[in-house]
């Protein structure tokens, strides 16, 4: 019975997220739809859960998110789930003090992996493929764009976390940096 | 814990090839329609929600603005009856042209009209999706346009139940034109330049001025000449530069487009 709960909960999890991410796209003026709503689902419920199963949801939901995209399949898929698990790994062991700086540097590191990577695959593909040149900065700046609106995002919902739950605390208390 | 973790990062990567090397395959093909169309219905919904709500906004804040739009508007509808009435003489001519080229119809594009049911899923793209696919004979490359021969974009990647369109502005997206000058310039219209699109490569000894219009110039066997992208909004001319470029205005807004028309491959080349 658990399972089939648990099950129902991952693939609610993986609906929810493609269409928020699709919402927020649609509805979202310029430059606010370059906020990554997809990420700050995904690391939101990295918060709540603490459960590696998030990598899971992320690689369905960018699976479903590849099947609607015009880049390359696999670009997408690779770059987004291997994202989230170096996004697990840092949560459980580099940014453990649970504070709004860890959730905005989370975010943060995880958005550049993902970047770094989704560039890796896609630049060797469309340079050899449809031989098209892109300049780094027609990516710099949507990246650097996406980067900012994602991180202020998580600290308004990391706030809001923190009046909801007591367990989601502003900052980290003093005695754990001594 | 470093096994664990080494074991966990070979699995995902097992399992991500394995995604890849079944997709290209098709076995999974099963599975891409199962989670299509649990997105696809909800995505068309959404979209024509979104164009509808944009397309009910009115864009001025202030009554100036609106004043000042107003005035553009009645300077703007002054010239197109000018140009209705050169258009006209252009249009006879033109017919007198034909009959005795012995034309009978100038194309025989096979059309197909459909409705938009998504935009791009990636921030930094800039996409359609069409809710048609190879069965209803789209093929990679085909032109996209709206209204009367507006070039919007080309298929990019043919499912069989869906496609996907890559707009002009769209960082990947390349198109050979020909400006509309006296001396019929060439060069390559680009996207990844936010709203606007680019034309590069122009010969920097041939004149471009603003308003100038700018076709596809059918040197791409896939597209026909004449299809429309857009209007010289500024000129950038260097002289240490081999080329000048132009930044051109789309005479649609890509964002709120929600009909489009696919012209079909064959009748495309047999076209030309």
């Known amino acids: 019975m658990r399972t089939v709960i648990t099950g129902f909960i991952f693939f609610f999890a993986v609906i929810v997220a493609v269409l928020l991410h699709m919402a927020a796209l649609y509805v979202l003026p310029y430059p606010f739809f370059h906020m990554h709503v997809l990420f700050l689902f995904l690391l939101l419920l990295l918060l709540i859960w603490e459960s590696g199963l998030v990598v899971w949801v992320a690689f369905f939901s960018f699976f479903t998110i590849e099947l609607m995209s015009a880049s390359q399949f696999g670009v997408l898929l690779a770059s987004g789930t291997l994202s989230m698990l170096f996004g697990v790994w840092l949560y459980r062991d580099i940014f453990t003090n649970r504070s709004i700086f860890a959730a905005i540097a989370l975010t943060g590191s995880v958005l550049v992996c993902f970047r770094t990577l989704y560039t890796l695959l896609l630049w060797p593909w469309i340079a050899i493929i449809d031989g098209v040149f892109l300049p780094w900065r027609v990516l710099a700046w949507p990246f650097f764009l996406e980067l900012c609106f994602t991180v202020v995002a998580m600290a308004v919902c990391y706030l809001f976390l923190a009046l909801l739950f007591r367990r989601f605390i502003l900052f980290a208390p003093k005695r754990f940096y001594d | ?272």
């Open chain 2, 1 to 272: 814990m470093r096994a664990s973790r080494s074991v966990t990062t070979l699995l995902i990567f097992l399992i991500i090839g394995s995604t890849i090397v079944f997709h290209w395959i098709g076995w999974l093909q099963p599975v891409e329609l199962f989670f299509r169309g649990l997105i696809v219905p909800t995505s068309s919904r959404m979209y024509q929600w979104t164009t509808k709500a944009k397309s009910d906004q009115t864009p001025f804040d202030r009554i100036e603005d609106l004043h000042r739009a107003y005035l553009d508007l009645e300077d703007a509808y002054t010239r197109s009856l000018v140009d209705q009435v050169r258009l006209r003489r252009l249009e006879e001519e033109n017919q007198a042209l034909r009959q005795q080229l012995g034309f009978i119809q100038a194309h025989h594009f096979d059309a197909l009209s459909v409705e938009i049911i998504g935009k791009n899923i990636d921030p930094i793209g800039s996409t359609l999706l069409l809710p048609v696919g190879a069965p209803d004979r789209i093929s990679i490359g085909d032109p996209v346009i709206v209204g009367d021969g507006i070039l919007v974009g080309v298929i990019s990647q043919v499912e069989p139940d869906i496609s996907i369109v890559r707009l002009l502005d769209d960082a990947q997206s390349k198109v050979a034109a020909t400006l509309y000058n006296k001396e019929k310039s060439i060069g390559v219209v680009e996207g990844g330049h936010g709203r606007q699109i680019q034309m590069n490569f122009i010969p920097q000894n041939e004149v471009v001025d603003v308003g100038t219009l700018v076709v596809t110039s059918g040197l791409e066997s896939t597209l026909p000449a004449g299809l429309l992208l857009g209007m010289v909004e500024t000129v950038e001319q260097e002289p240490y530069q081999p080329f000048q470029q132009a930044t051109l205005r789309p005479p649609v807004v890509f964002r709120t487009i929600e009909r489009v028309s696919v012209l079909r491959q064959a009748s495309v080349i047999s076209s030309q």
